[in-house]
């Protein structure tokens, strides 16, 4: 944890260097798109990511991930998301200090996430 937390400096930060947006991540060739939300937010508002053949969805509620972190791919770049940021940054420390290097916290909420799957941004991914 103290090596993750060393490497978040000022300059780290002020160059958003913690944040990907959802069209980058959505438009890589591997990524893992990680849903800290609970099972309730999941159950009212849906974000299903199908047509990114690339993306892998993951749902693990931020309570659930330390069990499971295992399901959590080294080998991808992992998008942490949920609405305002606050539960996807604590899993992102929590990744980063367990030897996760490529995750980033995915930038916008819930508008960000949605104008990358409208239909014109859908057409251009196929």
């Keep these: 944890m103290e ?40 159950a009212s508002v849906p974000l299903p ?3 990114h053949a690339n993306v892998t969805s993951l749902h693990i509620p931020i309570n659930e991930v330390p069990e499971r972190l295992a399901e959590i791919p080294k080998d991808a770049m992992v998008g942490v998301f949920c609405p305002h940021g606050v539960r996807a940054s604590m899993v992102y420390v929590y990744l980063r200090s367990k030897g996760y290097e490529q995750v980033k916290v995915v930038g916008g909420g819930y508008a960000a996430v949605t104008d990358a799957l409208m239909p014109g941004k859908l057409l251009a991914a196929l």
């Design 49 to 51: 990511l199908g047509i």
């Design 3 to 42: 090596q993750a937390l060393k490497s978040m400096t000022f300059d780290f930060f002020g160059k958003g260097q913690h944040k990907i947006m959802p069209e980058k991540l959505l438009g890589m060739e591997k990524a893992v798109f990680l849903d800290v939300r609970s099972n309730e937010e999941i």
